[in-house]
């Protein structure tokens, strides 16, 4: 189903909140909290944020790639492997955060620029399948709120006493 005009001004507006989101989620967690895994094989907070950084510059070359590529293919990946390849736990958080808000910035720049018919272009995903600039919006509009929210669970959990999986 095609977006209103309305909707999408929206979602773009949702769009370009995310880094503020993140952080200000991410600055409610203690430091001693940061690191903390709420279970095995569940992320802690600062690999939230290292996931967002990836995920972030994957999607910001997604949507370029389904605007300006003829038959454009868009590549799936396993986020579980790259925080494993990518020792999520050691990177630095900082440039990650530095990362998701210049990306965002950049792009919602280039989505206020899009002419009416740019929001009809599509490609596909090696995973989903078809994949518009439409679904791209609305999965990325969606994506760092939904990581805010899933540190705020790790917080939670963290402070109701579930500290059964520290980090390494």
């Given amino acids: 189903m095609s977006m209103t005009s309305t909707e999408r001004e929206q979602r773009i507006h949702q769009y370009e909140r995310g880094p503020l989101r993140l952080h200000d989620a991410l600055h409610l967690v203690p430091d001693e909290a940061v690191k903390w895994r709420p279970a095995p094989g569940k992320w802690s907070?600062?690999?939230v944020v290292c996931h967002c950084a990836d995920s972030e510059m994957n999607g910001a070359m997604?949507?370029?790639y389904v605007l300006a590529e003829k038959d454009p293919v868009v590549m799936g990946y396993d986020q579980d492997a790259w925080?494993?390849?990518?020792d999520y736990q050691s990177r630095p958080l900082e440039p990650a955060?530095?990362?998701v808000e210049a990306v965002r910035a950049h792009t919602t720049g280039l989505l206020?620029?899009?002419p009416d018919e740019?929001?009809?272009r599509a490609g596909r995903?090696?995973?989903s399948g078809p994949y518009s600039v439409e679904t791209w919006l609305r999965i990325y509009s969606d994506h760092l709120e939904g990581h805010?929210?899933?540190i705020e669970r790790n917080l939670d959990a963290w402070r109701s006493g579930a500290r059964t999986a520290p980090a390494p």
């Fill in 148 to 150: 805010a929210r899933q």
């Fill in 125 to 127: 995903h090696t995973e």
């Fill in 45 to 47: 907070a600062h690999e």
């Fill in 118 to 120: 740019a929001w009809s």
């Fill in 83 to 86: 925080a494993r390849t990518f």
């Fill in 62 to 64: 997604r949507l370029r």
């Fill in 112 to 114: 206020r620029a899009l």
């Fill in 97 to 99: 955060l530095s990362v």
